[in-house]
């Protein structure tokens, strides 16, 4: 399928300006293509603010931050960049069915995280506003695309496993951090099931790529390892004492029959006192194990004009871009939930 040529720029909306929406805001700003419709803002600090404040625009654009959902609504742009980390099913309804499309880095590949409930809204709002829902990133996102895409070499296939392999301790979020295990006692009731929920969309990103490969998992489950760092580690915005898990290595897999056909997980750690289960490898590790084998290590480099401190900037670009320039081709789709194995490889763009 060729990339869509609309007659004239997309007009969109950014939904949420932290790390993520921040890049895909900047992207939309640069694109002849894109138009600038409004944006959401979560924080109350942002309210009122010039879009180019809050993604480094290096001039005004005239286009002010609101947390007036209806009134971004009635704004009727072609698409909302919905970049929070976890969605709000309310914003997300009143999105679809008032016919804006939706492209999103949140907790979303397929929506079967979601409560068959809420799920259904989302289903039942695409259907009335003739509107669409596809999430990407990175992990997940292209790392899957590039496994399906790897497989597609094989004769037959065993194992896609793909794994995000690395330092997190300059992700400046300590609550989603928290959350994944980091800071607390490898021991702590609970916690297995726990990071679990909280990395779902993992499992998502699993069965995604076992229905590109024409199966139907029986089952999906999850396996996790804590490793104690061995000293105190100060990362500024969070602390990680020792004896706390500085180290979270697990997998979603999903299996047809006793066969693990699909795994999907993380080898992170955060900071440099704790010695992982399997080295880090300072990017995503996409393996096919089948006839024949292929491993591949996808790094995201800065380019050489990166005039920011720290690694994650480019990763952050890296997570947001998948949907953003995605977005002329979730315009032009049919209506409903569109995943990775059904729309067709998305790339960037010159300008």
Avoid at 41 to 56: I, M, Q, T, W
Avoid at 263 to 280: A, E, R, Y
Wanted: glycine share 10%; with cysteine; proline share 8%.
């Amino acid at each position: 399928m060729a990339r869509p040529r609309p007659d004239r720029p997309l007009r969109v909306v950014q939904w949420t300006t932290g790390n993520i929406g921040s890049r895909s805001l900047h992207a939309i700003l640069a694109r002849p293509d894109l138009e600038l419709a409004g944006v959401f803002a979560h924080g109350a600090e942002k309210v009122g603010k010039d879009a180019a404040d809050l993604c480094g625009w290096p001039e005004p654009t005239g286009v002010r931050a609101t947390d007036d959902v209806e009134a971004l609504i009635a704004l009727a742009p072609d698409a909302v960049s919905y970049n929070p980390i976890w969605p709000d099913l309310d914003h997300l309804v009143a999105i679809l069915e008032a016919g804006i499309n939706v492209v999103t880095t949140c907790t979303w590949i397929n929506g079967d995280r979601q409560d068959p409930a809420d799920l259904e809204r989302v289903r039942r709002a695409c259907e009335t506003g003739r509107s669409s829902i596809y999430g990407s990133g990175v992990h997940p996102g292209i790392t899957n695309m590039v496994g399906i895409v790897l497989a597609g070499g094989c004769e037959r296939v065993d194992e896609i496993r793909i794994t995000e392999s690395v330092d997190c301790s300059t992700y400046e979020s300590a609550g989603t951090m928290a959350e994944m295990g980091f800071g607390q006692p490898p021991d702590t009731p609970g916690l297995e099931e726990a990071v679990r929920r909280d990395s779902e969309v993992f499992a998502e990103s699993a069965a995604v790529m076992a229905d590109a490969m024409g199966l139907t998992l029986d089952r999906l489950t999850f396996d996790v390892q804590f490793t104690a760092a061995t000293a105190d580690s100060d990362l500024g915005f969070m602390q990680i004492p020792a004896g706390t898990v500085g180290s979270v290595f697990g997998y979603h897999r999903g299996w047809v029959g006793e066969k693990n056909v699909v795994s999907v997980g993380f080898n992170w750690i955060m900071g440099s006192h704790v010695t992982p289960p399997k080295p880090i490898a300072h990017g995503h590790v996409i393996q096919v194990f089948g006839r024949p084998n292929f491993r591949s290590v996808v790094h995201c480099l800065p380019p050489q004009d990166w005039d920011e401190d720290g690694y994650m900037g480019p990763g952050m670009i890296y997570t947001a871009m998948p949907a953003t320039n995605a977005i002329p081709m979730v315009v032009a789709a049919d209506p409903g939930i569109l995943t990775l194995a059904t729309v067709p490889p998305v790339a960037g763009t010159s300008y």
